[in-house]
């Protein structure tokens, strides 16, 4: 409710979505296309198809500073009702069937050529 809801009233003024979901991270979206029409909008995800690796070296190339929690044991870090202490996505939604918070639903329209 507290990402979902006040993004909605963004949403409807815009027409393209970037998002930096990556397709290693869940079952979900490793069916991710570049762009996806969710709705009224355009998901492009221009990072979906890099690896971990990449990611990393980009990271370190780019010089790109870590998330304070990651000393602390939090390799995957959402908001704090998501977010546990743990080795990657494994470490979010613990205990729950769930993968996603609800900015990025398991449902599309169709995926955009």
Known sequence: MNKVVPLELIKVRHKIWISGLM???TNF???LG???QQEDIIKFHPIIDMDEGEFLYWKSF???PSHPL???AYS???CVHCTAKGAGRDSRWKGKEKTECGLHPNYFVNKVN
């Open 23 to 25: 397709s290693n991270q």
């Open 29 to 31: 979206r490793s069916e």
């Open 34 to 36: 570049v762009f996806e």
């Open 62 to 64: 780019y010089k790109l």
């Open 70 to 72: 990651e000393a602390k």
């Open 76 to 78: 995957s870090i959402g």
